[in-house]
């Protein structure tokens, strides 16, 4: 009996000291989660804050500014998530961990973006925005009758989640663009001739024509969707034999930085016609600059090398070549547009580009001083139904005001000169 007792003792004992052994573990380790805390914490608030992510290839959330209504609304704690989220220390590595840990689990998706079969990773698809769709489309209609002269163009390129869709894991939600395609065509109606490259792509999908770690098209997918564009747009004497220029095959875009996954590497290519020699002069509007090239070698040694076309996006480019016949292109473009440009070179005498994202200016000015005989609306269908900038863009009262500033100026400088 003494000696059950004296046994039930050492029991507790035992467990007494087990429990002041785990007590004083789990103390040990919040003081180490508080410390790590406290240092990230500390990290955070004194590292340097980024506005542009070169990775992610977009602007990231400013801090914003606390008041009494965007605290009531949660306007406040909204951005303030999101603004951390995009400050956060270490956030590139903790974006890769968190892919490799649900890629262990059996997901197939990471931040919005699928990793397909072959290493291609592909985003989700987003839902038009029909409201802006609805006002840009009747603003373009509305320009199309203005200038009933010039032939009005609009090619609309899918997204690789789209014509690549039996890449996409199974089960993952795939947008039918070709619906809105057809909808946004209907909406603008029959003055704008609607060039449909997405079959194009189609019929190559089997190649080379996307990224698999970005969100573009190669230089192969848009030199396919040229020779259809071309036709459509009745230029002549099209070249049919190029040299392929291989600048880097170490490119890993925006997809790889948004997904975390860097298992893919892309190769990015320039093209030049065999037959064909143009000489040209490329002048940055807004920035002021001259070049002799399109393409931008300074950008291979960057993040995002599919810069290495234009340096990346602008609000207005002029391009002036040697070609000896008067055809003048005015061309409204997103990011899609920049690498189809080396294709369209030796086709007119000059290239207006405009991003009606950044653009401020006067469209009519433009085409009266360049006498445009040629308008094209290049863009990625995600980007066309969720732009909020063209109707501003094409806005007549907005040209007309810029127009009278500009005549208004120039009687000025007349003035002065007499």
Known sequence: MEREHHLSDRRKELKRRTMRRQTSLYRRMARVALIVLALFFVINII???????DSENRML???PELTWESLKSGK????????????????NQWISLKFYEDKLLGKRESNGVYLGKKGYLMEGLSAPDWKNVKKNTAAIQKFAQKNKDIPVYMALVPNAAHV????????????????????????IGSGVHHIDVAEVMKKHADEDIYYKTDHHWTSLGARYAFDKIAKDMKIQNVESEYKEYVV???????????SGYHGSKDAVSVYEPKNLETDYIVMYT?????????FNSEALKEKDKYTVFF??????????????????????????????????????QNIVMIDPRYFYDSVDSIITSYGITDVLFLYNVDTFLGDNS???????????????????????????EQ
């Not at 690549?164 to 909406?187: G, Y």
Request: include cysteine; proline fraction near 3%.
């Open 47 to 53: 590292k340097p804050k980024k506005d542009f992510s």
């Open 61 to 63: 959330a400013k801090r």
């Open 76 to 91: 406040f704690m909204s951005e303030f998530e999101s603004y951390v989220s995009d400050q956060f220390f270490l956030r």
């Open 164 to 187: 690549l869709k039996n890449r996409m894991p199974a089960n993952a939600p795939v947008r039918d663009q070709m619906k809105d395609m057809k909808e946004v065509q209907n909406l």
């Open 248 to 258: 880097t095959e170490r490119f890993q875009g925006t997809l790889a930085s948004k």
């Open 286 to 294: 807004e920035e002021g600059k001259k070049a002799t090239s399109i």
């Open 311 to 348: 340096g990346g996006n602008h609000a207005r480019v002029d391009i002036s070549t040697t070609q000896k016949e008067r055809k003048n292109l005015l061309l409204f473009k997103d990011s899609y547009a920049n690498c189809m440009v080396q294709f369209l070179l030796p086709y007119y």
């Open 390 to 416: 063209i109707a501003d863009v094409l806005a007549e009262e907005k040209n007309e005001k810029v127009q009278k500033s500009d005549d208004s100026n120039k009687k000025q400088e007349k003035k002065e």
